[in-house]
């Protein structure tokens, strides 16, 4: 658990700080950039490593925390071999915890389906519905020990999309390239961020997943959702959440509230019914999907909405008090 104080109003979280706080907080006085916190996975520094160090590396317990997040974030193909080789050594072992962020469909590239045991949170939510409101309240009331992060953006290459996305002049991103621009962002998000918290049984906090771009780009630009759904299930290895929470909000209202945050990006510009059929496709995703969603009037007051998301969430994660 994390043990460094933090306040609800925080600056938001940028590009791939997520992962990298996560191990610092794990970390206590060590920094995930000291070379000295890698594992000596043998190589010239050249990207290569000594296969027999890497399986020593691979074997359940072998690395601590840390050395696993350090690993992580160098982002280079020794991640993706190792994050491979660890998932299919866990995968070898029945002492590993049963699975619990879920797998829609069994598109995992890494086999790594046996050791998900971390769980996935989601907020979804029109503009402007207070969904970084309470992701900062739910990640106080959770003593700062999750991994918040968000789509678009969540990554250094998030980042470059997102702005791409949000920043454009309306008009000039065609709807395919959208629904592409968005699936790549996620596609990227889950190797690089998502996945190996999972699997390291970290809790996730994520601002928007797949039901964005069901909501947006399926309902909002009326795209064929049976591609929007099978882009996105193939982006995120099929991972589905284990709580959805939609903040529901008249998009009038939203939009308001979006408004006095500043200058409006190019969704926030798109007309009323498209923000009402988004709307629309939250509510009936949620309706055909009870079980994972928690839906709240995000016209309630905060402190009342973030009360509600932390005993759900407690419950999901066993932390509930008896
Ligand atoms: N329950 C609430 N009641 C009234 N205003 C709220 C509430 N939650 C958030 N807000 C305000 O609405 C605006 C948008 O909230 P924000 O969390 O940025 O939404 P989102 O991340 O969903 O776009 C902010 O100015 C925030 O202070
Ligand atoms: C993840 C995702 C977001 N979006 C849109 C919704 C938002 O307008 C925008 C960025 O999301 P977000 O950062 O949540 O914006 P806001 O805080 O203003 O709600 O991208 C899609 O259209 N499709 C997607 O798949």
Redo the contacts with the bound molecule.
Sequence with gaps: MRTSAGSCDAPAEQPGDAVAREAENTAGSHDIDDPACRPDLGGAGDGTVDDEALAAACRPGALGDVEQLALFRTRSRTVTRWRARAATEAGTHRETPPVTARRAATTSTTGSEHSMTGKLVV?E????????????HLERHLDFGVLVTRQPGGTDLGAELRRVLLESAPGTVDDRTEALLYAADRAQHVAEVVEPALLLGRTVIC?RWVDSSIAYQAAGRRMDRVWIEALSTWATAGIVPDLTIL?DIDPLD?LD??A??GSADRLEREALDFHRRVRQAYLDLADANIGRYLVLD?????D??AATIARRVDTLLGTAPA
Excluded: M, S, V
């Design positions: 907020f939510g029109g503009e402007g519905a207070g969904k970084g409101t309470q992701i900062r601002d903040l939203g509230r979006a006095h945050r995000a016209t309630k007051p905060e009342e909405l």
